[in-house]
């Protein structure tokens, strides 16, 4: 089956309309737009040449600064804390969480533009964000909303690379898999083939990146419809924004579930660059792997139960508790079981955070989601008693250093209650929104020209030499 809507994937909109934006100070080389260009590629190719430029005087001026030591333990555990990688689109604080372009959460719920007032903002809006550095207008969402949609054209071949998988290979395999089947259009390939030159690199790795962000919704709602709702695929809707568009090929449209998916597309988007998912991309982005091979090896890490399994494990634990306990637990039962569950070597899923240090603001943003449009939902009410209990279970333990809820602790209640119950699907729902920051971060690598990454490794022998040496000094 084709999916084809709008034009070709080549076409843009180059209209332009006069409106002022009202703009946050606290985003970084923020601009006040006064005419308001409808073209993204055309931002783009404005503010790069500043951006070079910028870059290039950090280098010339600031290269041989110190960013700190590197210990035995940062290299024993994982590159914990250890600043080593440029990631424009967002940041992560230990405190405050992640911010997009300079803007929290909060922020970018009250300034970037909804589908309908008081509403979730949209993803489009998002990616604009993470691309420009600016807060974009409805009219330049409504123009790339349109741009993606014209985009959205997945050959069959892709759906039939899927379908020679076994119906029962987990869902990340099947969505990976026709992301791999997409890279057969790559732009940035061809372009690399017929020697485009270096400086010229961000342009197909754009049109890969944009193409992508806008087919990976008709995969994944391909996948979850070939698993769980006997091959009926539902096209896309050319009315619908792109958060509610996947809502409604996976087969869901009611407008909350519309605005669930806008938030949750919105908030799992980027999350700086250290961790698996965002670091995979990046490294192998950095040998000029296309958009389309970078992503696809993100999704691999992302499928890991440390990352972004994790969505899909946190359900699963909370209907076990459901299912042992009842859905009227009191929470003196509740902290028995969480007890239970760390005694017996497990985790108690969807707490903690390899960065975070307070409660993630992700979890946060859900939760009064949830307060909003289902209060009264016995999974809500479990997850909210479970902050209450497990943080200072977790402190008690004293193995932790973040015992608050991360955004996995809450994802997966909303969408059980709009009637997304497949847990074992979720992860692909997290890769469809990574795929926008992921990719917005890869044109940006390939317009200030990043270099292969290569960090140096050693072994056990050459850092116990190393250590008596440092001591014997």
Not at 287 to 316: I, K, M, R, T
Not at 363 to 385: G, I, M, W
Not at 411 to 425: D, K, M
Request: contains cysteine; proline residues 6%.
């Amino acid at each position: 089956m084709v999916f084809l809507r709008g034009v070709s994937a080549l076409s843009r909109l180059r209209s332009r309309v006069n409106q002022q934006s009202t703009l946050s100070n606290s985003i970084r080389w923020l601009q006040t737009q006064s005419s308001s260009d409808l073209d993204l590629h055309s931002q783009l190719k404005e503010l790069i040449p500043e951006q070079q430029e910028r870059l290039k005087k950090l280098k010339a001026e600031n290269g041989k600064v110190l960013l700190g030591n590197i210990t035995v333990d940062m290299v024993l555990g994982g590159m914990r804390g250890m600043t080593g990688l440029l990631w424009e689109t967002s940041l992560l604080d230990p405190d405050e969480g992640i911010r997009f372009r300079g803007l929290s959460i909060p922020e970018c719920q009250k300034v970037l533009p909804a589908a309908k007032p008081d509403g979730e903002p949209l993803p489009e809006g998002l990616l604009w964000l993470l691309l420009t550095g600016k807060v974009p207008s409805k009219a330049q969402v409504n123009a790339l909303s349109r741009e993606l949609h014209g985009r959205a054209v997945v050959p069959d071949y892709v759906f039939k690379a899927i379908d020679a998988l076994p119906v029962s290979a987990h869902p990340m395999t099947q969505f990976a898999t026709g992301v791999m089947a997409l890279q057969v259009q790559s732009e940035f390939q061809k372009a690399y083939d017929k020697g485009i030159p270096k400086s010229k690199y961000w342009e197909p790795t754009y049109e890969d990146a944009l193409s992508l962000i806008a087919r990976v919704p008709l995969v994944a709602s391909y996948v979850y419809r070939r698993i769980y709702k006997d091959g009926k695929i539902i096209a896309m809707d050319d009315s619908l924004d792109y958060g509610g568009n996947f809502s409604h090929m996976l087969g869901f449209n009611s407008p909350q579930m519309q605005e669930l998916m806008r938030l949750y597309v919105t908030i799992h988007s980027d999350h700086e660059g250290g961790n698996v998912s965002a670091h995979t991309g990046h490294l192998v982005g950095s040998a000029l792997s296309d958009p389309y091979l970078s992503f696809a090896a993100a999704l691999n890490g992302l499928a890991g139960p440390l990352h972004g399994l994790a969505n899909q494990e946190v359900l699963l634990w909370i209907k076990s508790v459901v299912d042992e306990c009842g859905e009227n637990i009191s929470k003196e039962q509740l902290k028995d079981y969480v007890w239970k569950t760390l005694n017996s070597g497990k985790v108690v899923p969807g707490f903690g955070h390899g960065v975070l240090r307070k409660t993630d603001p992700r979890y946060t943003c859900q939760r009064e989601f949830a307060l909003k449009h289902l209060p009264d939902d016995p999974l809500f009410q479990l997850v909210s008693n479970l902050y209450e209990v497990v943080p200072p279970i977790l402190t008690e333990l004293g193995k932790v250093k973040n015992p608050w809820p991360n955004v996995d602790a809450h994802s997966g209640v909303l969408l059980n209650h709009f009637g997304l119950t497949e847990a074992r699907y979720y992860t692909v729902l997290f890769g469809v929104s990574r795929s926008i920051g992921i990719c917005s971060q890869l044109i940006w690598d390939r317009a200030l020209g990043l270099p292969l990454e290569r960090p140096k490794s050693v072994t056990m022998e050459w850092l116990e030499n190393y250590c008596k040496k440092a001591k014997a000094a």
